[in-house]
Nanobody, 127 residues
Framework: QVQLVESGGGLVQAGDSLRLSCAASGLIFSRYNMGWFRQAPGKEREFVAAINRSGVTIYYASFVKGRFTLSRDNAKNTVYLQMNSLKPEDTAVYYC????????????????????WGQGTQVTVSS
């Protein structure tokens, strides 16, 4: 079955970096747009970044621009989220998701457009 497994979360101090990975299995990874979302305690899940099938088109939420970098390696069925200059407000569970709608013309930033989700990885940034 289709599975997404996130890794790389942890407890860091403000200003530190982390690299999250999302390994996909059970699907032809290179066909699908991928996204990262996050959910902080007591808050709704929100968009972080998304990347198209080829890795050419990437969108970021305004609050991570210049700090986070999204990339993918289709040969390894993996998408990466490099997070630099982390802030306490980045503390959340980070989720990887796949948009399996092959007909969608552009990379989506909408939660509802993502069909397959990982279990999440906790990122905690202390001040």
């Amino acid at each position: 079955q289709v599975q997404l497994v996130e890794s790389g979360g942890g407890l860091v101090q403000a200003g530190d970096s982390l690299r999250l990975s999302c390994a996909a299995s059970g699907l032809i990874f290179s066909r699908y747009n991928m996204g990262w979302f996050r959910q902080a305690p007591g808050k709704e899940r929100e968009f972080v970044a998304a990347i198209n099938r080829s890795g050419v088109t990437i969108y970021y939420a305004s609050f991570v621009k210049g700090r986070f970098t999204l990339s993918r390696d289709n040969a390894k069925n993996t998408v990466y989220l490099q997070m630099n200059s982390l802030k306490p407000e980045d503390t959340a569970v980070y989720y990887c998701a796949a948009d399996i709608a092959l007909s969608r013309p552009d990379v989506s930033r909408k939660l509802k457009d993502y069909d397959v989700w990982g279990q999440g990885t906790q990122v905690t940034v202390s001040s």
